[in-house]
């Protein structure tokens, strides 16, 4: 007979896939969007997103940032430089702390 897991955060049953977190040094377990909300998984996509949104947008815009020539699909451009690899180092944190029984 299987175990039933409580989520960490919510202190719910988890029902569905189950990720193993390490707080402050001792094991849990999560929700998916339990996960989600997890500070420390965040910080990290954040400061990644940061340093590769940065250099992306100096690589690729660079040359109409400097020069003054900006245009309208910047407005779009630079936010989505920095939401794909937020998106990218959140997906690889979450499929790493994927936890089968």
């Known amino acids: 007979m299987q175990k039933s897991l409580i989520c960490g955060r919510c202190k719910e049953t988890i029902n569905g896939s189950t990720y193993l ?34 250099i992306l947008i100096l690589l690729n815009q660079g040359d109409f940032i400097v020069s003054g020539n900006f245009y309208r699909a910047l407005i779009w451009k630079i ?23």
């Open 79 to 101: 936010p989505l430089t920095y939401i794909v690899p937020f998106c990218v180092a959140t997906w690889g944190a979450v499929t790493n702390c994927k936890f089968i029984d």
């Open 21 to 54: 977190v390490s707080p402050n040094g001792s094991s849990e377990y999560r929700h998916f969007w339990c996960l989600l909300a997890y500070f420390p998984m965040l910080n990290r996509s954040l400061m990644a997103a940061g340093l590769v949104g940065t």
